[in-house]
């Protein structure tokens, strides 16, 4: 993610398969007004909210089985009104269970079958509690199917975007399962189907590939497949009038990218920089994890920029305003996609260890700027030291950071997860050495690609390609209250004494979202 900052003045921050047709299953939603009222089973005994405990979101994910697949169809009318669905989920029960918990909010719930027989289900906190006609044993395979509805109208945490002309999805950090119901933390990774029904005139664009495309009267079923598996947190679907450019990245890798019919044009040369991309960030990372990759440039007000998997979303304004130079645009580009590698592909155990995400998309996003001659990353590591005690006093250190206000969320997203850690990453290259890092780097996303992993196995990846134990080095930066010594940079020092709490960058957007804090590293326009 790139928090943004208004019209940012540079330099900113930023399985097994259903069966049943879309078309039977959009007919059978039983449309009721919340999910307590529902017309069909007793609700079970005393439902009561599960999660895992994570640290900073402890409601989410639910305890006692692993989803391996999502299919998920939408029926969409309009901006306006709640979209139709089917959720249908493949799991394995890791423990015995005698109630299933899914995180599941903003919808109304008509059914629910657990291996096609129908089953009790309630609502607690934002669970849904169903209790199947017999307890399910441990190793068991099950399939949940859901119909609901999902409301696009979904307040101020997530979910559902509208732009002007459709919909796409912003999930991050704990907001899919205002969209559909689900496992929603990252530790749980599964594959996803998307089915999409919409009025033949709009354009359906999802993560992955396009399968069968079905028109029937008005409307069009759109068909998408993830070939990887994915946390709920970066799914995306855009619904909208909506041109789709194709080209060919390295590899014979397919891109395709989405973006308002009417700005095709005036767009393309940002869209063009693509491919190289993906090349300049293979040579460092190795080659792109997924199947297809691409950016989805929505005319709409979010607040940042979300790398969800193989189609980053990004504002309309980023790449219309005149304030911006065009390398600081293609630097912030780079962010996001080196999310697929490092958060998508390889996503975070627990929300605390998030700085092995931002820290590596915020590394790469300046690696690509100094290479350029555009920015010095050692001038931005620079002013970042000075800065870290104070950004650590404000929201804990990078692998343990404070959560966020009650009610935002997106509060996570502060200055020490983004170059308060690339700063983390830059300490253990001094450390170990240029050659040594970029091993690391490599290693690190093949060793855990298509999986989840934390700031202990990032630690012990270190230790063992530098040859030596690395983490009496790595914990006082991961974990400290004060920022440990530069190595090679001792007259490097402390030059922020006051929080930065509040801090935002100069015409920033007021509202829900924390934004990214203005980094005054030295630049150059162009």
Excluded at 127 to 154: C, E, M, N, W, Y
Excluded at 157 to 162: A, C, F, L, S, T
Excluded at 386 to 415: K, L, T
Aim: overall charge positive; hydrophobic content about 40%; some cysteine.
């Amino acid at each position: 993610m790139t928090l943004s900052s208004g019209r940012r003045p540079w330099p900113p921050r930023t399985g097994r398969r259903r069966t049943t047709s879309v078309a039977a299953a959009m007919a059978a939603v039983f449309l009721a007004v919340g999910p307590s009222s529902a017309a069909g089973p007793v609700s079970p005994v005393h439902p009561s909210p599960l999660g895992i405990g994570d640290p900073l979101f402890p409601q989410l994910g639910n305890p006692g089985y692993d989803v391996t697949a999502y299919d998920i169809a939408f029926a969409y009318h309009r901006q306006d009104r709640p979209l139709d669905a089917v959720t249908t989920i493949d799991g394995r029960a890791t423990a015995p269970l005698r109630t299933v918990n899914l995180d599941f909010a903003q919808g109304a719930v008509g059914s629910v079958r657990v291996d096609g027989v129908r089953a009790r289900f309630a609502t607690a906190g934002e669970d849904l509690v169903i209790t199947p006609s017999a307890p399910l044993r441990k190793g068991a395979a099950f399939r949940v199917t859901v119909r609901h509805t999902s409301d696009p109208q979904s307040g101020t945490n997530g979910g559902w975007v509208r732009t002007s002309d459709g919909l796409a999805m912003a999930n991050q950090a704990n907001a899919a399962h205002r969209v559909f119901p689900c496992n929603d933390h990252p530790a749980d990774k599964a594959r996803f189907t998307f089915r999409i029904t919409a009025p033949k005139s709009l354009t359906v664009v999802a993560g992955g590939l396009p399968g069968q495309r079905v028109r029937k009267g008005s409307r069009t079923t759109w068909t998408y497949r993830l070939a990887h598996p994915m946390a709920t947190e970066l799914a995306q679907i855009s619904i909208g009038r909506s041109a789709v450019p194709r080209r060919t990245g390295p590899h014979g890798l397919p891109v395709r990218d989405v973006v308002p019919t009417a700005d095709r044009a005036r767009l393309e040369k940002w869209l063009a920089r693509t491919p190289g991309q993906l090349a300049w960030l293979e040579k460092r990372a190795g080659r792109y994890p997924f199947e297809t990759y691409g950016v989805l440039i929505a005319h709409a007000t979010t607040g940042f920029e979300l790398e969800t998997q193989t189609l980053s979303l990004f504002e309309r304004d980023l790449f219309t305003s005149d304030q911006l130079p065009r390398w600081y645009i293609e630097s912030i580009m780079v962010h996001e996609l080196a999310h697929q590698w490092f958060g998508d592909s390889v996503s975070p155990r627990r929300w605390s260890d998030l700085w092995l995400n931002e820290g590596h998309a915020t590394w790469y996003e300046a690696l690509y700027a100094d290479e350029r001659g555009k920015a010095s990353l050692e001038r931005r590591m620079r002013k970042a030291y000075g800065q870290s005690d104070a950004w650590r006093a404000e929201g804990g250190p990078p692998a343990a950071p404070e959560a966020a206000d009650p009610g935002q969320p997106i509060g996570i997203f502060r200055p020490v997860v983004y170059d308060g850690s690339a700063l983390v990453l830059y300490a253990l290259r001094q450390r170990i050495g240029r050659a040594a890092f970029e091993r690391l780097e490599r290693q690190w996303v093949l060793r855990h690609r298509d999986g989840v992993a934390s700031t202990a196995d990032f630690v012990r990846l270190a230790s063992t390609v530098a040859g030596r134990d690395l983490s009496g080095f790595l914990h006082p930066w991961l974990y400290g209250r004060k920022t440990p010594p530069m190595p090679g940079h001792p007259d490097w020092k402390q030059t922020e004494k006051e929080t930065t709490k509040g801090a935002a960058l100069p015409g920033a957007r007021a509202g829900r979202h924390a934004v990214r804090y203005a980094v005054p590293w030295a630049v150059k326009p162009g």
